[in-house]
C-alpha cells in the first residue's frame, strides 16, 4: 500500500512539473495577435451591422441576424472538431498526396490556436453582433409596430441566445462524432486559399 501511494505522489509531482512547464510556454505573440484580430473583425463586422441593418426592412435584418447565428455555430463545430480530430488520419492521407491533408495536419498541430480563433474569435464576435443585430430589430420593432419595448426585447434577445446555444449544442456533438470529415472538409476549403 505504501509502495503504491509512493508511485501515486511520484506521478502526481511528474505531471505537476509538465503543467508547470506548459505554463511558462504562454506565447504572448500569439496572445496580442488574437486581440488584435478579435478587434480588427469585431469592429468591422459591427460597424457594417449597424450600418446596415436599421437601413434594411426587418425581414432583411432577421436574415442577417441569422447569417451571423450560424456562422458562429459553423466555426464553433470547425474548433471542436480541430481538437478531437484524429492526427494520424491526415498523416496517412498526406503521405498519399490527398489534397488539403497536409493543411488538417497543420491546423491538427496548432489545434490550440485554430480552435481559439474559430470559437473565441469568430464565434464569440459572431454571438456578440447577432445579439447587437437583435437589439437593432427590437428597436425598428418597437419603432415601426409599436409594441412594448419591454416585451420586445426580453422575446428577441431569448430568441437570439436560444438559437445560439442550441445550435452550438447540436454542433459540438456533430462535431464530436464527426471530427476527421468536418476537418477534412475545412482544410479542403482552406487549401484553395493556402500558399503552396
Known amino acids: 500500500m505504501k509502495k503504491q501511494m509512493s508511485e501515486f505522489k511520484n506521478l502526481l509531482e511528474q505531471t505537476r512539473k509538465r503543467e508547470k512547464i506548459k505554463k511558462e510556454k504562454i506565447d504572448k505573440k500569439w496572445i496580442l495577435t488574437i486581440v488584435i484580430i478579435s478587434f480588427s473583425i469585431s469592429f468591422i463586422l459591427s460597424l457594417i451591422a449597424n450600418l446596415a441593418i436599421p437601413n434594411l426592412n426587418i425581414i432583411v ?65 459572431c454571438g456578440v453582433i447577432s445579439g447587437a443585430a437583435g437589439t437593432t430589430i427590437c428597436a425598428i420593432l418597437v419603432s415601426n409596430f409599436h409594441t412594448d419595448l419591454i416585451i420586445t426585447g426580453l422575446l428577441i434577445t431569448a430568441i437570439v441566445s436560444s438559437l445560439t446555444i442550441g445550435g452550438k449544442a447540436i454542433g459540438k456533438s456533430f462535431a464530436m462524432n464527426k471530427s476527421n470529415i468536418i476537418l477534412y472538409e475545412f482544410a479542403r476549403v482552406i487549401y484553395n486559399f493556402y500558399k503552396k
Do not use: Q
Open 61 to 125: 435584418g432577421i436574415i442577417i441576424t441569422l447569417i451571423f447565428i450560424g456562422l458562429g455555430i459553423l466555426f464553433d463545430i470547425v474548433g471542436v472538431a480541430v481538437t478531437s480530430a484524429d492526427e494520424k488520419v491526415f498523416h496517412s492521407m498526406a503521405a498519399r498526396k490527398v489534397k488539403g491533408a497536409n493543411v488538417a495536419v497543420k491546423f491538427k498541430k496548432n489545434a490550440d490556436k485554430v480552435s481559439s480563433f474559430c470559437c473565441d474569435v469568430i464565434g464569440d464576435i
